[in-house]
C-alpha cells in the first residue's frame, strides 16, 4: 500500500522558514506532479505550489511567491516546500499529495 508523510512542520515566529518534506513509499512520485496543499481551521483546502515531473517546472499560489520554493527528489521519494518569511495568516494543515495519495498533513503555526 503506497502512502505520503508528511513532515517538518512546527511553531514559529513571524519571519521565520520552514522547511516541510514529503517522503513517499515505493517509487510513486516519479513520472507524476506532485503538490503541496494547505487548510487552514474554517478555510477550505487550497493548492500552495505544484511541481512537475522531474521538476521541469513549478507553480505557486498567489500568497506563496517569492516566499516559497517547491522542489523534489526523485531519488530520495521526497518533495520539498522551503517556506520563508512566514506569516500569521501561513497558519495551517499543510498536505502533500500526488494523485490518489495523500498525507496526513503536518502542522505549521506561525505567531509569536
Known amino acids: 500500500q503506497a502512502h505520503i508523510v508528511e513532515s517538518g512542520g512546527g511553531l514559529v515566529q513571524p519571519g521565520g522558514s520552514l522547511r516541510l518534506s514529503c517522503v513517499a513509499s515505493?517509487?510513486?512520485?516519479?513520472?507524476?506532479?506532485v503538490t503541496w496543499y494547505r487548510q487552514a481551521p474554517g478555510k477550505e483546502r487550497e493548492v500552495v505550489a505544484v511541481?512537475?515531473?522531474?521538476?521541469?517546472?513549478?507553480n505557486y499560489a498567489d500568497f506563496a511567491k517569492g516566499r516559497f520554493t517547491i522542489s523534489r527528489d526523485d531519488a530520495k521519494n521526497t518533495v520539498y516546500l522551503q517556506m520563508n518569511s512566514l506569516k500569521p495568516e501561513d497558519t495551517a494543515v499543510y498536505l502533500c499529495?500526488?494523485?490518489?495519495?495523500w498525507g496526513q498533513g503536518t502542522q505549521v503555526t506561525v505567531s509569536s
Open positions: 511541481i512537475s515531473q522531474r521538476g521541469s517546472s513549478t
Open positions: 499529495s500526488r494523485t490518489p495519495y
Open positions: 515505493g517509487s510513486i512520485f516519479n513520472n507524476y506532479a
